[in-house]
């Protein structure tokens, strides 16, 4: 189905499977109970000389409708946290990852690159304002700060939001697996210019990824 952009990170397609499973469960369920709210309705309504009668209810059907939710809902929390822990847990994060620091303020994504010596806040380091770019197939780490109020890193097109919250560092990291520009919106309501709190991803072949870096950093 087509409302999502199309998946551009190595985790998104699982993360639309996970997705699409819930929907079309829960919306089975959904139309299943409306149906089924719909026929009582109608079939027990108030008729001449009918009277109402107390009904003590029914062991086993509730026996049924407890189970077989828990058991869905079993499947669908070991499927979600198997995804989770593979995205989310510190110990999973690849080791090789390009390093990028995004800090985020009212109304602009700071960016920042190690530089050569691979380390932040030194005189190597070389900073954009709303342009990441990353190299394809290469797994990015970023570490999200705010300088003011809670902000959120959103990339549709990776399958990545996280919030960024004053005085917290947030590790994120996913692998671009397509060429292209995405955009980064801010899906925080951070203040009167959060409509403009746009920044672009440029996925581009590693060469001209370092070509970019050290043309920007030349332009500094
Ligand atoms: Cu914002």
Not at 31 to 51: E, I, P
Not at 126 to 142: C, D, G, K, S, Y
Not at 162 to 173: E, I, M
């Amino acid at each position: 189905m087509g409302f999502f952009p199309e998946s551009a990170s190595s985790f998104g397609g699982e993360i639309d499977r996970l997705f699409w499973a819930i929907f079309w469960i829960t919306g089975f369920f959904f139309l299943l109970v409306q149906a089924g709210l719909l026929f009582f309705v109608l079939k027990y309504r108030s008729r001449a000389g009918r009277k109402a009668s107390y009904v003590h209810g029914h062991t086993g059907l509730e026996v049924i409708w407890t189970v077989v939710p828990a058991l869905i809902l079993l499947v669908l929390t070991i499927a979600s946290q198997k995804v989770w822990s593979e995205i989310r847990s510190p110990r999973r994060m690849p080791k090789d990852a390009l390093h990028v620091e995004v800090l985020a303020e009212q109304f602009a994504w700071n960016i920042r690159y190690p530089g050569p010596d691979q380390r932040m806040e030194t005189p190597d380091d070389i900073t954009t304002i709303n342009e990441l770019h990353l190299p394809v197939n290469r797994p990015a780490l970023v570490s999200l700060k705010s300088k003011d109020v809670i902000h959120s890193f959103f990339v549709a097109d990776f399958r990545v939001k996280q919030d960024a919250v004053p005085g917290l560092t947030t590790q994120v990291w996913f692998t671009p697996t397509k060429l292209g520009q995405y955009e980064i919106r801010c899906a925080e309501l951070c203040g009167l210019g959060h409509y403009r709190m746009r920044g672009q991803v440029t996925v581009q072949p590693r060469r001209d990824f370092e070509a970019w870096l050290v043309e920007t950093k030349a332009n500094e």
